[in-house]
């Protein structure tokens, strides 16, 4: 297997496809390749199954074959590529490789009957480890639940739905990512902006100035912009990234979702899509969801009491007192100057992205006990991209490769994300195999005379991101399938969501910022102010994460036949009955968690729940301190998705978890 070969960077380099050609000529070759393996562990017979040439072998099928490398390379390639043939090169490999995998993997009735005849044979009397044990159970529900008990002929009609299904998911995705919408505006219509800002913004030919909807522009205007027609043209813009394409696409999407579950024996699409996770049912997640919003719609009405107590000029409220939604960061953004005397553009000179990532990687290296060192690399696919090698604490053993790709160009992946390449293994007499994989964010880019100065949030989204990829990184599970951040994914988010809790530690954020002019870190002052501002939109965010939880839920569960655009409208007024969103929040064309995690972005909130009881456990031994990193270590991210996460977080903590810091962290 090629992932079994990278012994230096090179090998790695090696392995991103360079031409449109090659792709081609690669992705029929590892099928062809990645076929004959699959026949032969079809072809054993049941007397000789062992777990290693059945069950390790499935799980090299989909975790590490050569086949499975390259499908995730194309995936980077599609996201990140500057190259236009490239891209769609490899999303046509992808549309290949992903219907193979349907057809030939997961819906394949004699590698089920073969997985099943060791499962319930030789298995029972194999000795086998923990690890192993909850592989196969978990396999063979992944298995019943993707309709491999149905007859043949129902069985290929559920093929062909998720072939159809998966290509509707990547054209969705691709939709959002390649819409290069702007708008144009006078220099009027940027007051409040800084001369600085303006400076980086493109013309059009008679003069105007061009604001795109990619995420810094869109925030930064969002948030500073005194002139109420252009925060309101340019949220519309963004809001309709990817409509009227993807309006079309989602309803399909959900039509087709439907019509699967129900051949599959479910009530709706939420019910197939939730039984395999942490909460189980629809159920569960809608009660999680109420609790939530009951507790903090509270907190919600508050804060925006308080942000509409005193209204700066350009903000009116509506006729019925509510808050237009293109005002909302506006009107948070005056009112933490006003209170907080917090100015997030100053505060973003402390971060400059280099010394950021150099006392973030400090951090993790003195918690987590890694080695970090960067090595130089080009010729990748930006030249920008940079390549962290991560080790153990006495830089003996390398746990993997951490590639960055950090600054907004046409035509990226517009979000923050870390996408897996090849997964950490350590093999059953200790020895490793490195992971690798890409942590992109959009982060400002630096301008003639400044560096890249990251906000706060920004800095935050870093150690987001930063927390996923170390959860790849430090894996240490015999099965590729069970690595690092393969997990339930209403589980996935809580490392990451952890990490971004250092940044309310005063000892952290005194350790991490650095003027980029004076070398001094943030005053005291300035540290009391942002630990005190912590709360001050806690409802708000709370009740918005609720409310697209609750649309993914809405979308998904019984029905075929839906309007997203009535959904949500019918939705918001009941989640946040205070914003009025006009006609063109089109929230539905661009929500792209939409496909992916379909029914289950109420993960993001179920796994924070997690993450703030373990972040206060571990805040009681100090957030540097390597002995409970360790422990973290060991018990959580190194396990990955080898045991049921319930085991995991009540191992770590010597308790069930608790929601207790969640809802102190609201502030209620
Ligand atoms: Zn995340």
């Avoid at 062809?32 to 069950?55: G, H, P, V």
Wanted: charged share 25%; net charge negative; aromatic share 10%.
């Amino acid at each position: 297997m090629l992932s079994e070969r990278i012994n230096s960077v090179e090998d790695i380099k090696q392995l991103f496809p360079k031409t449109p050609q090659e792709i081609e000529r690669d992705t029929a070759q590892y099928l062809e390749q990645e076929q004959k393996a699959i026949d032969a562990l079809i072809a054993i017979s049941k007397a000789e199954r062992t777990f290693a040439n059945t069950a390790k072998a499935l799980d090299d099928l989909v975790s590490r074959s050569d086949l499975s490398l390259k499908e995730t390379l194309f995936a980077v390639t599609e996201y990140l590529h500057p190259d236009k043939a490239m891209r769609d090169a490899a999303h046509t490999a992808l549309e290949k490789t992903q219907a193979f995998g349907v057809e030939q993997i997961s819906n394949n009735k004699k590698l089920y009957e073969a997985f099943k005849a060791y499962a319930e044979g030789n298995a029972k009397t194999e000795s086998l480890n923990n690890e192993q044990r909850y592989f196969i159970e978990e396999t063979l529900k992944d298995f019943k639940r993707a309709g491999l008990d149905l007859s043949d002929e129902k069985l290929a009609q559920v093929r062909e739905l998720k072939k159809k299904l998966q290509k509707l998911s990547m054209e969705f995705s691709r939709t959002i990512a390649q819409d290069e919408s702007s708008i144009a505006v006078t220099r009027d219509a940027l007051c409040g902006l800084s001369d600085e800002f303006i400076e980086t913004l493109k013309k059009t030919e008679d003069e105007n100035y061009i604001l795109g909807v990619d995420y810094p522009t869109y925030f930064h205007v969002a948030e500073y912009c005194a002139y109420e027609p252009t925060r309101k043209q340019l949220f519309e813009a963004f809001s309709s990234r990817a409509y009227p394409i993807n309006e079309q696409i989602l309803k399909d999407i959900i039509a087709l979702r439907h019509e699967l579950a129900q051949m599959l024996g479910y009530e709706s699409f939420a019910a197939l899509n939730l039984e395999s996770q942490m909460i189980k049912t629809p159920e569960r997640a809608q009660e999680f969801l109420n609790d939530l919003h009951e507790k903090a719609a509270i907190k919600d009405s508050l804060e925006l009491d308080a942000f509409i107590a005193e209204l700066p000029e350009s903000v009116v409220l509506t006729a019925d007192q509510k808050v237009k939604a293109w005002d909302q960061s506006f009107l948070k953004a005056c009112y933490k100057q006003k209170h907080f005397n917090i100015d997030e553009q100053k505060i973003a000179e402390y971060f400059p992205m280099e010394n950021t990532i150099a006392q973030l990687l400090d951090i993790y290296r003195q918690f987590l006990g890694v080695e970090f060192k960067e090595v130089p690399v080009s010729g990748m696919w930006d030249k920008d991209v940079k390549l962290i090698q991560v080790y153990n604490n006495d830089g003996s053993e390398l746990y993997g490769y951490l590639f960055l790709d950090l600054h907004p160009r046409p035509n990226k992946y517009s979000h923050a994300c870390h996408i897996g390449i090849v997964p950490a293994i350590k093999r059953e007499d200790g020895s490793r195999l490195p992971a690798v994989s890409v942590v992109v964010a959009n982060f400002t880019q630096p301008t003639k005379d400044k560096p890249s100065l990251l906000k706060r949030t920004e800095v935050s989204t870093f150690f987001h991101e930063f927390g996923h990829a170390l959860h790849a990184q430090l894996g240490a599970t015999q099965l590729g399938s069970c690595a690092g951040t393969h997990v339930k994914t209403d589980f996935v988010e809580m490392p990451s969501q952890m990490l971004e809790e250092w940044l309310w530690d005063k000892d952290i954020l005194k350790k991490v910022s650095k003027h980029y002019k004076t070398g001094e870190s943030l005053p005291d002052e300035t540290i009391d102010n942002i630990i005190a501002m912590k709360r001050y939109d806690s409802g708000g965010f709370v009740t918005r994460q609720v409310m697209l939880a609750q649309y993914a839920l809405d979308l998904f569960n019984a029905g075929a036949q839906k309007d997203p655009y009535a959904v949500l409208y019918e939705l918001l007024p009941k989640v946040l009955p205070r914003i009025e969103y006009g006609s063109k929040y089109r929230l539905f064309a661009n929500f792209g968690h939409l496909t992916g995690y379909g029914a289950k972005y109420y993960g993001y909130l179920w796994s924070k729940v997690f993450a703030l009881d373990l972040f206060d456990t571990i805040a009681q031994h100090g957030l540097l301190n390597p002995e409970i990193g360790n422990r973290y270590v060991t018990e959580i991210l190194a396990k990955g998705g080898s045991a049921d996460p319930n085991e995991l977080l009540k191992n770590f903590l010597g308790r069930e978890p608790r929601q207790d810091a969640f809802i102190r962290d609201l502030g209620l």
